[in-house]
């Protein structure tokens, strides 16, 4: 079989005469004239052809205020109408498919318009030609229609041929996504794809560049309408959202086509300082002006624009006007001329399957439309079948329209949409050979508002599209590692956003450690431990003199002893909290500080009931000897030690992570287990101290230079003040702090019993040796 493309280059020079005549023939599309076919030719089976020759016709007008434009002649429609013509004839020399069978053919011219459309199709059904017959006078040999239209025409004339079971095949431009219903349009069939894999490609394509900010402009037909509708439903899920929508009347002048531009120049005009704009085009005519509006991407679907010329003369425009006399071969190569004869080889292949299925019928007898949904073959390589629903295997180029060096337009072949390769992966496209708008370097931007920047998330705007949003910060403890998050994620429990709220990171983890406040204490403690100690040793050293022997020296060494561990305890405090040291905390506090308090309190019973022994018939020393001294502690500490064993076996105190002071922080401190127990424990040593206090309070009036009463009185009301201020401070301090402040409570307390209660005393052994003496201290020396 000889290329079709080949035959395409040898007959061009032999039709160039019809092709002059019909440029002339405007009183084609004249509705009021006798309706005559364009071509025709006798054959055993017809083929019905029915292609837009002529555009812009004079249309019916009620009220007699429109005037029609000049009739254009359009030549690619002819030179569809010619590829037809040759392949009948080359069928009918094929000697193998069709044999003994020629076919004949019909064309009429539609103008591109219903009206039109559908008179031809009553013309190709009706005899040879209109004029002289009645409407359906006789059976016609038609096989089926090939056309070319849009699919408002397209409707129609399906319609019409439906009650007669007479297939229709169109070419172009009929890819509306409705003809897929066969109970509708059960005769309808098609090579090119239906709008729902068009606006598919047209979606990915938008996908691929990240245009989600666009316009759209439809023309007031049924291919506009569910092309819109079809590209709606495939950018849903998407980021792309559509700013408007325009429609172009089936009837317009320039005023509209005016108010059309200035919609979209004004929509896109805030945007510009930030953004480029995008506009989709789903019209196959392009209005005059449009090609004048800059700083827009364009994106469209084949519109009538190729020829270079504009079908009316504006001001505005810098193209000239079309006269019809365009040559083929001169204008666009990548549409016009037989290199690339893409709707010309779907009229190629149309004839073929209606002679392929003819083919098929003579060996059987059902219907030629059941052998036409079934019919397949190849024709240079390409296999051709239809789908139950009439379609063809979706094929789309995306073609780049450029600027040649000499100023013409070039279209430029830069991807390819393929229907049969798996979803997601049918769009290639290749950016290197693009030239965008304005010859940018990169690609446009169409945007309503700029990406959200990992560590933001979108906020959309009140009353507007998904596409206009802000940028809000994530909060604290929330992330989003992405551009352009709708939310942002929480962070897990154990993990905090960073300063950019693009990542979680491990929380900080916070404890009383050996830092500054941790070395500070652990100084404090080791110093007053130390001092005590060296107390201590003078008490020891000094034991037999009378400052120390009329103050009970075995008591005196208990406390300090007491006091020693309570400056000790306060290491416990600091570092990570363990099981261990959790529980040792305040057990270790509270028997020390108790054993230190009964120390005391048994003391201050010992002075009261010396100096109150000098009265007749006073036996209360007898009963405050050494032994029962011992038992008065050991008893009153063993109450602490009960409370503190009841504590740990019951809700011993445990590490804990406190979440909830400071979300951005883990901060470990150890949990009381029992809040009962540790205020049980505070509140029996200040039990002790008030009891201590109150007797050390009544014996302060009792003769001596020396008296111990006062002291002790003294010391415990420092203590005393030092809790009373302890517990609010804890109360309010979380964690670390909290650690700080009981462990200062500690100290402070510790350092006033000591200072208190021995600092007196060393400065007599120390620095006044002479008032060691029994008779200054019982007040009875000679000044």
């Given amino acids: 079989m000889t290329s079709p493309l080949t035959l395409f280059c040898s007959f061009y020079p032999v039709l160039a005469v019809t092709f002059v005549s019909l440029v002339h023939s405007e009183t084609f599309c004249r509705l009021q004239n006798h309706f005559e076919p364009a071509f025709m030719a006798q054959g055993d089976f017809l083929l019905g052809g029915i292609f837009p020759l002529h555009y812009n016709q004079e249309m019916p007008d009620l009220n007699s205020t429109y005037r029609p434009p000049p009739v254009n002649f359009d030549p690619r429609a002819f030179r569809w109408a010619l590829t037809m013509i040759l392949t009948v004839d080359e069928i009918n020399q094929n000697k193998e498919l069709l044999p003994n069978h020629t076919l004949g053919y019909k064309i009429f011219d539609s103008c591109a318009y219903p009206l039109t459309g559908q008179r031809a199709a009553l013309a190709v059904l009706n005899g040879v030609t209109e004029e002289g017959h009645g409407v359906c006078s006789g059976a016609s040999p038609l096989l089926a229609i090939i056309g070319e239209s849009g699919s408002a025409q397209s409707i129609v004339v399906s319609r019409i041929l439906r009650p007669f079971r007479i297939p229709m095949v169109n070419i172009y431009f009929s890819s509306c996504a409705c003809f897929t219903d066969r109970q509708k349009y059960p005769t309808f069939f098609r090579v090119i794809p239906n709008d729902d894999y068009q606006v598919k490609a047209l979606a990915q394509l938008l996908v691929h560049f990240n245009w989600t900010w666009v316009g759209l402009i439809r023309g007031d037909h049924e291919y506009g309408r569910f092309a819109v509708q079809g590209l709606l439903r495939e950018l ?64 469209a679907i084949t519109p009538y624009a190729l020829y270079g010329c504009a079908p009316v003369s504006p001001s505005d425009s810098d193209l000239p006007l079309c006269s019809g006399d365009e040559t083929l071969l001169e204008k666009h190569a990548a549409y016009m001329n ?34 036409l949904q079934e019919v397949q073959f190849t024709i240079n390589g390409e296999e051709v079948n239809f789908d139950l629903k009439g379609d063809s295997i979706p094929y789309y180029d995306i073609i780049n329209w450029q600027r040649g060096a000499s100023g013409n337009i070039e279209f430029v072949p830069v991807g390819l949409f393929d229907g049969t390769k798996a979803a997601g992966q049918e769009l290639v496209i290749k950016e290197d050979r693009i030239v965008w708008a304005g010859h940018q370097s990169k690609v446009p931007v169409s945007v309503c508002s700029d990406s959200c920047a990992p560590g933001s998330r979108k906020a959309v705007r009140r ?9 809000v910060p ?18 897990p429990e154990d993990f905090w956003s960073n300063s950019d709220r693009t990542a979680c990171i491990p929380k900080e983890v916070e404890f009383l450690a050996y830092d500054t406040v941790g070395i500070v204490l652990t100084v404090i403690s080791v110093v007053g431990a130390c001092l005590t100690i060296a107390v201590l040793v003078i008490f020891f050293y000094h034991r037999n003199t009378p400052i120390i022997r009329m103050n009970n020296s075995e008591l005196s060494f208990f406390i300090l002893l007491s006091l020693t561990l309570c400056f000790l305890c306060c290491l416990v405090f600091i570092g990570e909290p363990t099981a261990w040291s959790c529980m040792l905390r305040h057990t270790v506090f509270s028997i020390t500080f108790s054993l230190c308090i009964s120390c005391i309190l048994g003391k201050t019973l010992v002075v009261l009931a010396a100096f109150t022994a000098t009265r007749p018939g006073n036996n209360l020393m007898k009963w405050l000897g050494p032994k029962q001294q011992r038992a008065i502690i050991f008893i009153s500490t063993l109450v602490q030690v009960v409370i503190c064993v009841a504590w740990l076996i019951d809700a011993p105190p445990h590490p804990f992570r406190n979440m909830e002071y ?55 009301l420092i203590f005393c003040a030092v809790w009373l201020a302890f517990i609010p401070a804890y109360i309010s301090s979380p964690g670390n702090y909290a650690d700080a402040v009981e462990s200062f409570a500690i100290l402070a307390s510790s350092f006033g019993l000591l200072l208190c209660l021995f600092v007196p005393k060393c400065y007599i052994i120390l620095l006044k040796p002479e008032k060691n003496t029994k008779q200054h201290l019982i007040g009875k020396d000679k000044k």
């Fill in 474 to 491: 994530c909060d604290s403890g929330k992330i989003s590692n992405e551009t352009d998050s709708i939310e942002c994620r929480e962070c």
């Fill in 236 to 299: 849903q899920g998407t980021k792309v959202c559509v700013a408007y929508t325009e429609m172009i009347p089936l009837l317009y002048n320039q005023q509209r086509a005016l108010e059309i531009i200035q919609v979209g120049d004004k929509y896109f005009q805030s945007f510009k300082n930030s953004i480029d704009a995008l506009c989709i085009y789903l019209c196959h005519i392009i209005l005059s002006g449009l090609q004048n509006i800059t700083g827009i991407q364009w994106v």
């Fill in 463 to 471: 009353g507007e599209l998904v596409c206009c949003f802000d940028c």
């Fill in 338 to 371: 037989t290199s690339s004869p893409r709707v010309a080889y779907n009229v190629y292949k149309a004839v073929y399957a209606v002679a392929h299925s003819l083919h098929n019928l003579f060996l059987c007898q059902p219907g030629l439309q059941q052998y």
């Fill in 662 to 716: 400071e979300r951005s922080k883990i901060i470990l401190e150890c949990s009381n287990g029992s809040s009962l127990a540790f205020w049980c424990v505070l509140g029996y040593i200040g039990l002790q101290a008030g009891l201590c206090f109150l007797l050390a309070f009544l014996a302060r009036n009792l003769p001596g230079n020396f008296n111990e009463a006062k002291v002790i009185t003294f010391s415990i």
